[in-house]
């Protein structure tokens, strides 16, 4: 069984700095590209960034040189290194192995002005 658990999120002033991680139980973590999704209220589910299994990463337009997102094979961990944060930044951040039907439970990230 796959497990995705989210940390890191939290309140943090405009123009402020967090690092998300997502740390995957289960064997499939390295064989697989992992995708960091962002749910604001009232808002559609949203791609932010995602990793493939050989480093290769791609952003969604909103967060495009703000945002890093990289990984760390052995320890099955995904991260999202989030910069000059935005008030509209505010939302559930979660994890996923793409294509697949394994989510996180989601991590608030609350962005002040």
């Known amino acids: 069984q796959v497990q995705l658990v989210e940390s890191g999120g939290g309140l943090v002033q405009a123009g402020g700095s967090l690092r998300l991680s997502c740390a995957a139980s289960?064997?499939?973590?390295?064989?697989?590209?992992m995708g960091w999704y962002r749910q604001a209220p009232g808002k559609e589910r949203e791609l932010v960034a995602f990793?493939?299994?050989?480093?290769?990463?791609n952003y969604g337009d909103s967060v495009k040189g703000r945002f890093t997102i990289s990984r760390d094979n052995p320890k099955n961990t995904v991260y999202l290194q989030m910069g000059s944060l935005k008030p509209e930044d505010t939302a559930v951040y979660y994890c996923?192995?793409?294509?697949?039907?394994?989510w996180g439970q989601g991590t608030q990230v609350t962005v002040s002005s």
């Open positions: 990793i493939t299994r050989g480093g290769g990463t």
């Open positions: 289960g064997s499939i973590f390295s064989r697989n590209a």
């Open positions: 996923t192995i793409l294509g697949s039907h394994y």
